[in-house]
């Protein structure tokens, strides 16, 4: 390992202890009752912070790199891709387009954008357009704000725009794989030891996490191998597949991890009952339309000479 | 060519004030119905909402459509948490039943049973109520902000000058790339691209969204080359950046700040005192018999 990825690793564990100590403090030595778990809005904004953190700390770790100019360029970008971002969700939250969800794998073809944006263009730009993105698509179809799934969704934009940083774009895609795969394959394993968990995400709340749902984030999973060694020359399809891969993992088991404290969920529900259902779907997509964007996006470069 | 939100100049009680207290007020309240789950301080919130709505000046047939939409996604969200009493579970413990209607058939070995319960009608109600209070103050955003004034609003609220200008981007472009799928879609259709049929498994749904998600984005990205030189050639981004327009703040938005601090700080300490979760009114427990 690396310098720079040390750095990481370091600031994320001290400050998801940080963390810790707040909500320990908080909950359990003063023993306010809201803020132990149960509903705590409070926490809503605490993970916010901790979301924030979380970027601050990478950024911190690896200050030297271009990745994180924000010119003209990257505000234009990052504008674009946020608004692409929400009218996608709001078009296709069920407003405009009511699509069939196949067994509760419901179509949410709009988070390819924050990876591509991410990749194409950065993370803070990967960033922007997944929290404002969020935040206005959730805020056009009427859902209300949710803070902690802005940010979610911004690190899954974020954690997109990380290969920027490293000049070889190659080696690292290996760990990731084996990374993103690991928690996959962790997931589905706590899927099948828990079968009777309620989808979270679905009407009428009251059924059961399909398979299709459980097995959706294993599948998705095969299917980015399946990019991956079949683009394996095409160096910006497969990075880009991978990394929006382990985006997705981290960003949206981000949103998942914190409403178990924010809406009192036991871990086993938030992670199949909510992140399955979420994070396994989005992996689909990640697969099959950000490497259609990273062609297109390509031949556009090619075209204008920039 | 923008298309752009339907804003226009009125004389209201939102555009009485400067846009950045208003966002922040917006904010407050919106922080604030997040803390009760109890309708006598939801209603509170309401009934802000509904002045708000009546006094913005926003007539009937400009917010028609959004009102719809609202109205139907509120009322079914909250009818399916009425019907599966889901999401309620973590604020009672006790449910007082009314009445229980069973279904006469089963499905699957499971009988549908409908328990309408004090608790879970009336948590219905309080989650309408907070909904919608959410609901109205946002939807009445794009129609009372002067787009003119997005970018300034933003800056003045302590955002860096690029992160300020990036929003005020971001919500210039919304309504247009709205109308950019619209022509896509249409354009598509008159290829024989069908959208609203899809069949197939699901990787097969998913490839045929790339005909459209694909054309809007890079269609998106090539227009962005063009702004991009607009701004580098009026030097964005070399020094602090200087605004059109100006806000300044006057004695009425500092009371509305203030007020909405103020709230803000009650609605925490109830919170911290216990108030504020769900509360069912004594006679309608008595009245099921509990």
Known sequence: MNKKLVGVVVALVVILAI????????????????????????????????????????????????????????????????????????????????????????LRPAIAIPMFFGYAFGPIVGFFTGAVGNMFGDALTGFG????????????????????????????????????????????????????????????????????????????FMLVLVVRFAFGKNIDIAAAVTWGMLGNILGIGFAAISDIWINGYSPATAIVGEFL?????????????????????????????? | MLVSWRYRDRKSLIQWFD???????????????????????????????????????????????????????????????????????EAYKQEHLIRSLAAPFTVFGWRPTLNISVERSFFAVSQLARVFSVAIMTILIPYTLNPAL?????RGLGFPDKIAYAMDLTMRFIPTFGRDFQLTMDAQRARGYELDKIRGGLIQQVRKLGP????????????????????????????????????????????????GVLLLVLSFALLVLGYGSFWVPEFLVRLAGG
């Not at chain 1, 803020?35 to 690896?62: D, K, M, S």
């Not at chain 1, 828990?194 to 059961?208: A, G, T």
């Not at chain 1, 964007?293 to 556009?300: D, E």
């Not at chain 2, 997005?150 to 933003?154: A, E, Q, R, W």
């Open chain 2, 212 to 259: 459209i998600i694909v054309p809007v984005t890079i269609h998106a990205i090539i227009g962005s080359e063009d702004i991009i030189d607009a701004m580098d050639l009026r030097a964005f981004g070399i020094g602090p950046r200087s605004w059109l327009e100006q806000l300044i703040y006057r004695r009425r938005d500092r009371i509305l700040i203030a007020a």
């Open chain 2, 19 to 89: 846009p950045r207290a208003w966002l922040i007020f917006y904010a407050c309240f919106l922080v604030c119905t997040l803390f009760f789950w109890d309708l006598r301080f939801l209603s509170f919130f309401f009934v802000i909402a509904v002045v708000v709505l009546v006094t913005s000046g926003v007539t009937w047939k400009e917010m028609r459509r959004a009102f719809f939409f609202i109205i139907g996604f509120v009322i079914f969200y909250a009818l399916l948490t009425f019907l599966t009493g889901r999401g309620g579970v």
């Open chain 1, 145 to 220: 704000l949710y803070p902690q799934w802005s940010i979610g969704n911004g690190l899954i934009g974020f954690i997109a725009g990380l290969p920027m940083l490293f000049a070889d774009k190659k080696k690292s895609l290996d760990s990731v794989l084996i990374a993103g795969g690991v928690l996959a394959a962790v997931a589905t394993v706590i899927y099948f030891l828990n079968r009777n968990e309620i989808n979270q995400l679905v009407y009428p709340f009251d059924q059961p996490v399909s398979l299709m749902a459980g097995i959706s984030i294993l599948f998705g």
């Open chain 1, 19 to 106: 963390f810790m100590l707040f909500v320990w403090l908080g909950g359990g030595v003063l023993g306010v009752s809201r803020f132990q778990t149960g509903e705590n809005p409070v926490l809503r904004f605490v993970f916010v912070i901790v979301g924030l953190l979380v970027a601050l700390g990478v950024y911190l770790g690896t200050k030297e790199s271009k990745a994180w100019e924000v010119g003209t360029r990257q505000v234009v970008w990052m504008a674009i891709g946020a608004a692409l971002y929400a009218v996608f969700s709001w078009l296709f939250n069920g407003t405009v387009f009511v699509v069939p969800s196949v067994s509760q794998v419901a």
């Open chain 1, 277 to 306: 259902p979420a994070a396994g779907p989005n992996l689909i997509f990640a697969a099959i339309l950000v490497p259609l964007l990273v062609v297109a996006y390509a031949a556009v470069q090619r075209q204008s000479g920039r």
């Open chain 2, 150 to 154: 997005y970018g300034i609003t933003f």
